[in-house]
């Protein structure tokens, strides 16, 4: 079996649907690869969009791909694109400016699953969250594995690396944001907790949680109910919750 040694990186999509929604997004992408004899069908849309924009298309022997490939996934194409487009936390509340919304962001403190990153850009976007906030260290990045996750949704969901995340929070109150952090033990379940306004939704990392400075530096605490003898959620799942929640309550 394939052994991964190495950071994941940040310069390769593989699977249809993330290159797919990449090609539609205008992202930069240098070229496509596709596995040999991989039937030209099912990647139609694909070289469409691609021979639209002029981005060079070649073959390569399956085990190829297999070797670049860190899902393990790679449905047959992998396409080399452009370092992964961060942007800041002021394009974020910019963009709750402009369409009249009050700011719903994600702060995932130290997450070290790509999977979970993924998922819960996947589900940002579709609860109309305006971004997600990762630190710059101890924290998975927009990887390969991390796109695939997303099906597609890093190519719209706004992502943003801050330095100190704890900082960053500091900074999003000044902003007018309040700031909500998942905890076993918080003071409210999240459906007695007002998820209404301009709410940052912190989320722990998968086995400590959320680190003691940046639980301190939260405005409130939420619990989510638990009635099985499994006392936590999966990071993704946990953030799928709250951020549910707090669609239902805004009423979109």
């Not at 996934?73 to 936390?89: N, R």
């Amino acid at each position: 079996m394939k052994q991964h040694t190495t950071e994941p990186r940040e310069d390769i999509l593989e699977g249809r649907n993330p290159v797919f929604e990449a090609l539609k997004s205008g992202r930069q992408i240098d070229k496509i690869v596709i596995a040999k004899g991989e039937g030209r069908g099912a990647l139609t849309r694909i070289l469409a969009l691609a021979k639209e924009r002029h981005i060079p298309v070649s073959e390569a022997e399956r085990a190829k791909l297999d070797a670049l490939s860190q899902t393990g996934a790679h449905q047959g194409i992998i396409a080399y694109v452009a370092a992964a487009a961060y942007c800041s936390v002021e394009d974020m509340l910019a963009e709750a400016r402009e369409k009249g919304e009050a700011p719903l962001l994600v702060l995932c403190d130290s997450l070290n699953d790509a999977h979970n990153l993924g998922s819960i850009l996947r589900t940002a976007h579709c609860c109309g969250a305006h971004g997600v906030i990762i630190p710059k260290h101890r924290s998975v990045g927009l990887s390969a594995v991390a796109a695939k996750a997303s099906a597609g949704a890093v190519e719209y969901i706004k992502v943003a690396k801050v330095t100190n995340l704890a900082r960053c929070i500091d900074e999003l109150k000044r902003e007018g944001l309040w700031v909500c952090g998942t905890d076993a033990a918080g003071e409210q379940d999240l459906f007695h907790a007002d998820l209404t306004g301009p709410l940052a939704i912190v989320i722990g990392s998968e086995g400590e949680g959320m680190s003691r400075l940046v639980r301190e530096k939260c405005d409130f605490l939420v619990r989510i109910p638990m009635k099985g003898k499994i006392n936590s959620l999966n990071a993704s799942v946990a953030a799928g919750v709250l951020l549910y929640e707090a669609v239902r309550q805004r009423g979109v």
